[in-house]
């Protein structure tokens, strides 16, 4: 079984500047899926950016950008010129490539991140 | 927007009662997954239907049972209701094809009291 770890329960960026969310995972598979998801007051779950296991770039998407450390089984996300909307709870989540469609995601228990003016 | 709407967004229920959320996918979204959000922890998986079978379960007892019907809506019932059953309730649905990201629903929030 699959278990995903988030350190922090809670952290705090002052507008602009820049956060690290730290998640770590352990795991017998070589071949998965990571994400990290961004919960809002909303409710809605929204998929910030993904990365593939057996890709060894780290993925960015626009601000965000992770730190994919395979043999560590660390998954960091960082987060640049923090803005307000990005308060929000964050949540690492793991995925197993299974050959059939079994899209199963196991998340860890989150960050809640604030952001101050 | 993610295209999927969940109802009821809120709903309070007696202990012992059974409850029906329900789940609206995109079209084309054959794969749709439950989840149960306790306060304060992240999602667990409930189960998956693909094609309106039941293809994995995570550790949930049998009153908590699902259909999902070809107009890529589908149900989450559960059966003889405890106090620990309150959470939010989130659907996720994915389209064919091998896509990997889920869009998820805003949830229903359900209590039991």
């Known amino acids: 079984a699959q278990t995903v770890t988030q350190s922090q329960p809670e952290m705090s960026v002052q507008e602009a500047e820049t956060v690290t969310l730290s998640c770590t995972y352990d795991?017998?598979?070589?071949?998965?899926?990571l994400f990290w998801y961004k919960q809002p007051p909303s409710r809605q779950m929204i998929l910030v950016i993904r990365?593939?296991?057996?890709?060894?770039q780290n993925a960015t998407e626009n601000r965000f950008s992770v730190n994919f450390q395979k043999a560590a089984k660390s998954f960091s996300l960082k987060i640049s010129d923090s803005q307000l909307g990005d308060t929000a709870m964050y949540f690492c989540a793991f995925m197993k490539l299974s050959g059939g469609s079994n899209y199963k995601l196991t998340f860890g228990k989150g960050t809640l991140l604030t952001v101050n003016p | 927007e993610t295209g999927v709407t969940q109802s009821p967004t809120h709903l309070i229920k007696t202990r012992g009662q059974q409850v029906t959320l329900r789940c609206s996918s995109q079209s084309g979204h054959n794969t749709v997954s439950w989840y149960q959000q306790a306060l304060g922890q992240g999602p667990q998986f409930i189960f998956q239907?693909?094609?309106?079978?039941?293809?994995g379960r995570g550790n949930f007892p049998p009153r908590f049972s699902g259909l999902q019907f070809p107009n890529y809506s589908s149900e989450l019932n559960v059966n003889a209701l405890e106090l620990d059953d309150s959470a939010l309730y989130l659907c996720?649905?994915?389209?064919?094809?091998?896509?990997?990201?889920?869009?998820f629903g805003q949830g229903t929030r359900l209590t039991v009291v």
């Open positions: 239907y693909y094609r309106e079978e039941e293809n």
């Open positions: 996720a649905s994915r389209p064919g094809g091998g896509i990997t990201e889920a869009f």
């Open positions: 795991t017998s598979e070589s071949n998965y899926y």
């Open positions: 990365q593939e296991a057996y890709k060894q």
